[in-house]
């Protein structure tokens, strides 16, 4: 029987207008299994990144999950790599990567603008982010992602709730075109329920417009 361990590394991307994720907390148990995939690798709505993944199939996908005494080196050389792709927006300020317990790597991206306000396409200009993240994402391809969407609390809640989805689901269909295998990424959203900041103010409401990445690598101890 495999068995699937996931300490989690977290991409946390500032996109701007009202999107999805959580800051930095733990998934629930229905999350972290929210493993999603298209058949035949096309990407027909949000219900393409909302079927439960099998270990089998996972580890089927990912062409072996790593040993468990791997996993530490695994993830420090996939921490170093997106330091490296992420340089220039970490010294400017817009990124952060952190190394937490337990093999958590956070990396935060802030002061960006993936999104305009109401709208669900990725602004032109973040690309180039995006596709730092996708290139590193692509080659440390033992994992799977979760995507979550967090948004500020201005307009209606369940109308947050849903465009923070839509957004959330607009970065793993992204990704998907970078040629990450659609069966490592899934979807969730968090509205505007997980603030970082008070929505009182207009910096506040800028860091709590976000979408994380939860990336976790997969272990096989078979």
Do not use: W
Not at 152 to 158: L, R
Request: glycine share 12%; hydrophobic share 35%.
């Amino acid at each position: 029987m495999h068995r699937l361990l996931i300490p989690l590394v977290i991409a946390s991307m500032a996109l701007g207008g009202c999107v999805t994720g959580e800051p930095g907390g733990p998934l629930t148990d229905s999350e972290k299994g929210a493993l999603i995939g298209a058949a035949g690798g096309a990407v027909i709505g949000a219900a393409a990144y909302s079927k439960n993944r099998t270990k089998g199939a996972l580890i089927g996908a990912i062409g072996g999950g790593l040993a468990g005494s791997a996993v530490g080196a695994y993830m420090d050389n996939q921490r170093r790599d997106l330091e490296k792709n992420l340089a220039r927006e970490i010294s400017a300020g817009q990124a952060r990567v952190e190394r937490l317990a337990n093999d958590v790597v956070r990396i935060t991206m802030t002061n960006q603008t993936a999104f305009d306000t109401d709208s669900t396409e990725i602004k032109p200009g973040f690309h180039s982010t995006m596709d730092k993240l996708a290139d590193v994402i692509v080659r440390y391809g033992k994992t799977t992602l979760t995507i979550a969407g967090h948004t500020d609390n201005v307009g209606a809640t369940q109308y947050n709730q849903k465009l923070s989805e839509r957004r959330a689901l607009a970065v793993a269909r992204y990704l998907e075109s970078k040629h990450v295998n659609p069966l490592r990424l899934s979807t969730v959203g968090k509205g505007e329920s997980v603030p970082i900041e008070s929505n009182a103010t207009e910096s506040g409401r800028r860091a709590n417009r976000r979408v994380e990445i939860y990336v976790q690598p997969v272990v096989d101890n078979s």
